[in-house]
């Protein structure tokens, strides 16, 4: 379980990230341009598919590459390119080469807890704290909010969960 001051910690990583990768502007332009934000960084994308269906992406540290599958919706390939800039973000200093975003269940704590702070930063990144925020004073519809930030209905419900503005 991720503490408040780490997800703190996570949220301001994240927005110092959208502001050096697209400048001041980053919230008026949406959805976020991941790609944009990956290239700022010098990370790869590159798209394929993996043996194991239930892996969504893989980053690769010493290629400095960020893998995707290519039969995934735009809102998932625009999450997993931010929750594995979150692994290279986050967690540099892992001795992990390479980091796999996958459905399957992991049973080690450490790994959950590294797994979390990338899912964490990846909403972070594509559903920037203020902005949602302003925008869901103003809609208070997941739907269209969810389709305003490229984002899937289910990642912007988790997210306006996670930052109290719902149930």
Same mark, same amino acid.
């Given at each position: 379980?991720?503490?408040?001051?780490?997800? #703190?910690?996570?949220?301001?990583?994240?927005? #110092?990230?959208?502001?050096?990768?697209?400048? &001041?502007?980053?919230? +008026?332009?949406?959805?976020?341009?991941? +790609?944009?934000?990956?290239?700022?960084?010098?990370?790869?994308?590159?798209?394929?598919?993996?043996?194991?269906?239930? $892996?969504?992406?893989? %980053?690769?540290?010493?290629?400095?590459?960020?893998?995707?599958?290519?039969?995934?919706? %735009?809102?998932?390939?625009?999450?997993?390119?931010?929750?594995?800039?979150?692994?290279?973000?986050?967690?540099?200093?892992?001795?992990? &080469? !390479?980091?796999?975003?996958?459905?399957?269940?992991?049973?080690?704590?450490? &790994?959950?807890?590294?797994?979390?702070?990338?899912?964490?930063?990846?909403? +972070?990144?594509?559903?920037?704290?203020?902005?949602? !925020?302003?925008?869901?004073?103003?809609?208070?519809?997941? &739907?269209?909010?969810?389709?305003?930030?490229? $984002?899937?209905?289910? +990642?912007?419900?988790?997210?306006?969960?996670?930052?109290?503005?719902?149930?």
């Amino acid at each position: 379980m991720l503490t408040k001051e780490r997800i #703190d910690q996570i949220e301001l990583q994240a927005k #110092d990230i959208l502001l050096s990768a697209l400048g &001041e502007g980053y919230s +008026s332009i949406l959805p976020i341009d991941i +790609s944009k934000v990956a290239k700022a960084l010098d990370l790869k994308l590159k798209e394929g598919v993996f043996k194991d269906e239930n $892996v969504a992406g893989a %980053y690769d540290k010493a290629q400095k590459t960020i893998y995707i599958s290519e039969n995934d919706p %735009y809102t998932r390939k625009a999450f997993t390119i931010a929750h594995e800039i979150g692994h290279y973000a986050l967690h540099a200093d892992k001795e992990q &080469e !390479t980091f796999y975003r996958s459905n399957t269940i992991l049973l080690d704590k450490e &790994e959950r807890e590294i797994e979390q702070e990338a899912n964490m930063f990846a909403a +972070s990144l594509l559903m920037p704290k203020d902005t949602v !925020t302003r925008f869901f004073h103003v809609m208070k519809n997941v &739907e269209r909010l969810a389709d305003l930030f490229g $984002v899937s209905n289910s +990642s912007m419900s988790w997210r306006l969960k996670n930052l109290g503005l719902t149930e």
